[in-house]
């Protein structure tokens, strides 16, 4: 296998862990929509070398609602045994439905309210730069979620504080709570407003793994600055009968559909 | 008491290399030594709340241990969730200091007094709630606060407020309530910048033949319980004094003690009756119009003590 192949088997470890996991719960189709990002971030862009190093990379996920993937990433990571996923909402078990900091190694950031991670990820930033560190600050949100004001009072800041190791990804699924995102409040001009918030934009199909790969090397996008990757993706990815539907923000995977979703991911290339 | 807390926070920057000053564009005057001391640990984050605590939570992940200062409605109020989600929820010891607390701001109306803030805080779990009653405190406040292990709001005036305690070294530690006096029948239990006005109002209370106790509750939350039941003990009657509303502050928590424990004390409760002040005015003028005043608390107790 050459490298992009393992890349495209993780991708498919970590979906079929989160359509087992998502017979419970809601918010399958957000995480299957960031499970190739994750899978970039976490075994080819990231320097972890073990969970509590203090000199790693930090990774937020501020879209928290999609915490099944991370969990999922982190366990095909090996940062804890896959058998702990299948006890993802149970009672009183830690994989609460939005992630909780400290609660598994490799969770960092506690989120599910929109609108947090960027800020957090500027003060980590922030204490890096400080301390001559040379860690960098993934902070991953949705693209209904930078309708948040935090996100732009937060954009501001990182452009002013020149936090060019500091990189958000925008999971542009195009789907929120209710509709299409660019029905709710038009993102068309995602570029141009963070270009104009004084950051270095890039679009890439977030599902294109090798795309994804020559972005990240390519970060920071502008010298001083904070990067943006605008991960263009479809919610649900990987089983289609949930592709591109915002139900799949609420529906759990049927009982009987595991088997057949399971396959039909496997046989995907 | 803001020179008391910059005074104090500079100091704890010279020992300490993680001390970090965080503005939301507040503290013209008082903030600029810490700033040409520190360039690396101060930064005005500008009128930016959200991000403010934001970024003090990144740093605190980070191991720092930040100080937040800003208006106290906008420190507290502005940002909740993010007090909420990312200081509390995640136990980080971020210090959030708010200025201006109740009507210290006066005329500046409504939207810089601080009259729910104690409430909202110390609703939140894990936070710890702390108001200064005199300079002195607001040094010890600081210092000690670096040993929380989770988040605590800081709530101070401005400039010039009285040092209640003469002498230096006070017995100070969060969460235990200071007796200034001892006394017997009534107990005026004051937090924050009511503290004076407590002692005044003992003074009042004196020359009519009382022996009031006053404390210093400077930790609204953990609420000194122990120091509770001792003073109903002494004293049936036991009085609350803050600049805050009635609902959610100091006198709650005081009176959910009293409840809880059955106490044989009667409460009066002295603070901001749910309202927003109606007119401009400094603050002496607006603590007289909530029944704050000395002279309008001292004749409130002697009533009440009349009736025994």
Known sequence: MDSTDQLRETSRRIRKHLVRMHRRGSHFGSAMSIADILTVLFFRVMNIPSPGDPDRDRFILSKGHAA????????????????????????????????????????????????????????????????????RVFVLMGDGEIQEGSVWETAILADRLRLDNLIAIIDANNLQGFDRVENIQPISTFRRKWEAFGWGVEEVDGHDHAALLEAFGRVPFRPGAPSVIVARTVKGKGVAEMEGRFESHYLSVPADRVEDWLREIDEKS | MRRAFIKAVTRLAEEREDVYLLTGDAGFTILEDFRARFPDRYYNIGIAEAAMVGTAAGLALAGKQVFVYTIAPFATMRCFEQVRVDLCYQKLPVKLVGVGQGVTYGSAGATHHAIEDIGVMRVLPGMTVICPGDPREMAETVRRSISLEGPCYIRLGKSGEPVIHQKEGIDFSIGRGIVLERGERVALIATGNMLPEAVKTAAALKKKGFQPEVISMHTVKPIDAELIEETAGRCALIATLEEHNLIGGLGDAVGGVILEKNLPARLVKFGIPDAYAATAGCQDYLRECFGLGVGQMTEKLLGVLSED
């Open chain 1, 68 to 135: 099944s993937a991370l969990y999922a990433t982190l366990a095909t990571k090996k940062f804890f045994d896959e058998s702990v996923l299948e006890r993802y909402l149970h009672d009183g078990e830690c994989l609460y439905g939005h992630p909780v900091a400290k609660s598994l190694p490799g969770v960092e950031v506690s989120s599910g309210s929109l609108g947090h991670g960027l800020a957090i990820g500027v003060g980590l930033a922030l204490a890096a730069k400080n301390d001559g560190k040379s860690y």
